[in-house]
């Protein structure tokens, strides 16, 4: 199993950046394919960005899509989203989670390990 914890989330102003942490242990991190998803209240949970073992290949929601950069860095085993402009539609909690599906995977019910959220809130 891998364990994920994320940090880096707050509350800041629209327009704003923030960059979003994902440290893993366990298992040997490349090993996975990540992917961050948010979940505000009320509504689903929802794909953000998915980033392959290597890190060489992303994809992102067409929501954050141009605003927001998922890298990985193996040798840290850490993934990373940072997230620029931000409006106040991005409040949500922001998860990672791992998977050893091949590919960029953007169902979440293909991610069996997941942390335990950061808060992001952005105010108008």
């Known amino acids: 199993q891998v364990q994920l914890v ?4 707050g509350l800041v102003q629209a327009g704003a950046s923030l960059r979003l942490s994902c440290a893993a242990s366990g298992r040997t991190f490349s090993n996975y394919a ?32 141009g ?23 991005d409040t949500a909690v922001y998860y990672c989670a791992a998977t050893t599906w091949m590919g960029l995977i953007r169902e ?7 942390g335990q959220g950061t808060q ?3 105010s108008s």
């Open 34 to 65: 990540m992917g961050w998803f948010r979940q505000a209240p009320g509504k689903e949970r929802e794909f953000v960005a998915a980033i392959s073992r290597s890190g060489g290949l992303t994809s992102y929601a067409d929501s954050v899509k």
């Open 108 to 114: 979440p019910t293909k991610y069996p390990y997941w």
């Open 120 to 122: 992001v809130t952005v």
């Open 67 to 89: 605003r927001s950069t998922i890298s990985r860095d193996n040798a840290k085993n850490t993934v990373y989203l940072q997230m620029n402009s931000l409006k106040p539609e």
């Open 6 to 9: 994320e940090s880096g989330g």
